[in-house]
């Protein structure tokens, strides 16, 4: 019945329905097709714009591989050792020993504790159990060990008053890192 009265159209008429139907049709594409086409280029935009921040990071760390790398190596230099533990607690001792000579502190009493083997590395603890010096040289020492290459660190200090009131009494606990580089080791399993 419809096709009935399309027929009774004129030519006009034909061509504005027509062009009607071009533009419904141009509009139904637009908001289906060309929506979603859209919608899935913003999505890649996005993604792209996240990858590009992504990757100019990732460049940057890149760039700041090599100096890391140098300063990695520059401190495993320092803190690497082939001693055995025994050598190592000794020159130790004898690095604190110099350090508090140095700064006018007398160590009264000086005694190691088991070295702690973690993960790559061998933790060296120096118990100080009394020493005695001016305050200005104790500070003095104290500053020198945290200055001292190689990982040293004053772990705990515990201070009284000494003898006369220019010195003062005390115990240190200083703590060292070192790095094996397992020839120790392999010489000590060739021995056996």
Not at 36 to 50: F, G, H, K, L, Y
Request: charged content about 30%; hydrophobic content about 45%.
């Amino acid at each position: 019945m419809a096709f009935l009265k399309l027929d009774k159209l004129g030519p006009r008429e034909r061509w504005g329905l027509g062009l009607a139907l071009v533009f419904v049709l141009v509009l139904l594409v637009d908001r289906l097709v060309v929506g979603m086409v859209a919608d899935r280029v913003q999505d890649i935009e996005a993604q792209a714009e996240t990858d590009s921040k992504e990757l100019d990071y990732n460049h940057g760390v890149l760039r700041s591989k090599g100096p890391i790398e140098a300063e990695y190596a520059r401190i495993e230099a320092i803190l690497t050792s082939d001693v055995s533990d025994s050598e190592a607690i000794d020159l130790i001792k004898g690095e604190i020993d110099d350090l508090a000579r140095g700064a006018g502190v007398e160590l009264v009493s000086m005694e190691h504790r088991t070295p702690t083997a973690s993960a790559g590395f061998t933790e060296y603890v120096i118990e100080i159990r009394k020493l005695e010096a001016p305050m200005g040289a104790l500070l003095g020492f104290l500053h020198q060990v945290w200055q001292e290459p190689g990982m040293m660190r004053v772990r705990k200090v515990t201070i009284g008053p000494g003898a006369d009131d220019e010195r003062v009494q005390g115990s240190v606990v200083i703590s060292k890192i070192l790095i094996p580089t397992g020839r120790v080791e392999e010489e000590e399993s060739s021995e056996q």
